[in-house]
């Protein structure tokens, strides 16, 4: 997967096997990531917030739906999904979006150098079922509807300037972003059995009133080459986005996208997959599949939101499977992280680590209740790798 530069010294969040593909002249496909010894070792018996952690780690309760935010005045918002960090001075802020119909939004929670809470706050309000979305370059937070008609929104992490509808970027069932600050575009995923995956061109980058939504054209097979075309109309209607262009790939329910060091990957729930394209080339190929995993012992099902780290760590966070946020390494090595106990009805949401590298964010959205009103938002410091 040629990860092993990637995200050296930056967070932006083999064989030559061809899976269904024909093999491009210079493309190298590397075979998908398969179970092996995690870098932080066995996983340990559940602490007191009832996680499983390699030794060395520890976790925090930071917030937790419909409570006062520790430290602050501000109630956390219920169904917490997607979220990334911002660097604030000698501080920094964690996002988090609300996937209920008609009221989620996203809220924000600033912390001081030292990690303790200072504030919490609403950045948006009155959207719909806000699930994942992504960072931009410019320290915006991109927050997106998951429903046939939905928007994205942009944010401001620090909620001093008001929320944005992007309508140039699609109206439809949108999940994640991924800016890609080299092409000056930003990937966008879509949440459907028969979803597309795109990229909005903005007309200046940095200001994503206007542009242009293509989406990306393939073949059927599990690796090949692709290209862009054009939607002809963003908004979806009468037509939806997915259907306006022939040879538009078909993914099975996109979810997290995140991209570094010329690649993008994003997941795809109804198969369990994660792709990857390697944007020097215009290739794609699977960087992961349970279904390719001998013995079916694979380690990572209900793919859902991923990030990265400095490492050139992956982090993929399940809805579902064992509630694990496991990793896949550079050497396309994949193993659990990390294993919420006594939540089967909820899904882990939301990874993201703090400026530094040294806290890992994430939720779960529905907590031991299983009720959308039980989500608890948590953290986890120990020795992650540079």
């Not at 001093?160 to 092409?183: L, S």
């Not at 054209?217 to 306006?244: E, I």
């Not at 530094?356 to 039980?374: C, E, K, N, P, V």
Request: with cysteine; aromatic share 10%.
């Amino acid at each position: 997967m040629e990860r092993r530069s990637f995200l050296r010294g930056a967070v932006i969040g083999t064989s030559a096997a061809a899976f269904g593909g024909t093999l491009m002249a210079g493309a190298a496909y590397a075979a998908p990531a398969q179970p092996g010894a995690g870098p932080y070792g066995a996983l340990g018996s559940a602490d007191a917030n009832g996680i499983m952690l390699p030794a060395g780690f520890t976790s925090r309760v930071v917030a937790r739906s419909g409570q006062t935010v520790p430290g602050t005045s501000y109630k956390w918002h219920s169904a917490p999904d997607g979220g990334a960090c911002f660097a604030d001075g000698t501080g920094w802020i964690y996002v988090s979006n609300s996937e209920i119909s008609s009221t989620g939004g996203a809220s924000a929670i600033k912390f001081d150098s030292s990690g303790t809470v200072t504030s919490a706050y609403r950045i948006l309000s009155r959207t719909n079922r806000n699930c994942a979305g992504g960072k931009t370059p410019w320290n915006t937070w991109l927050s997106c509807e998951e429903v046939d008609t939905g928007y994205v929104y942009e944010t401001d992490p620090w909620g001093v300037n008001p929320a944005t509808r992007r309508a140039a970027m699609g109206r439809f069932n949108h999940e994640a972003a991924a800016a890609d600050p080299v092409r000056r575009v930003v990937y966008l995923t879509e949440d459907k059995s028969d979803g597309r995956f795109y990229r909005f061109v903005p007309s200046t980058w940095g200001d994503l009133s206007s542009g242009t939504l293509q989406v990306l054209t393939a073949g059927t097979a599990t690796s090949g080459s692709f290209s862009w075309a054009n939607v002809p109309d963003p908004d979806g209607s009468p037509t939806a986005t997915r259907y306006q262009v022939s040879g538009a790939k078909k993914f099975n329910g996109g979810e997290g996208c995140h991209y570094a060091d010329d690649k993008v990957w994003f997941t795809t729930k109804g198969d369990n997959r994660l792709w990857q394209l390697n944007l020097t080339n215009n290739t794609y190929e699977l960087a992961y599949d349970d279904s390719l995993v001998p013995g079916g012992a694979a380690p990572l099902t209900g793919v859902d939101n991923v990030t990265g780290a400095s490492s050139g760590d992956l982090y993929i966070a399940e809805d579902g499977g064992n509630m694990e946020i496991c990793l896949i390494t550079p050497d396309d090595t994949v193993a659990p992280f990390l294993r919420i106990t006594g939540q089967s009805g909820s899904e882990i949401t939301g990874p993201a680590f703090s400026p530094d590298g040294t806290r890992l964010y994430f939720s779960s959205q529905r907590g031991t209740s299983g009720s959308s009103s039980g989500g608890i938002t948590y953290e986890v410091t120990g020795p992650f790798r540079a």
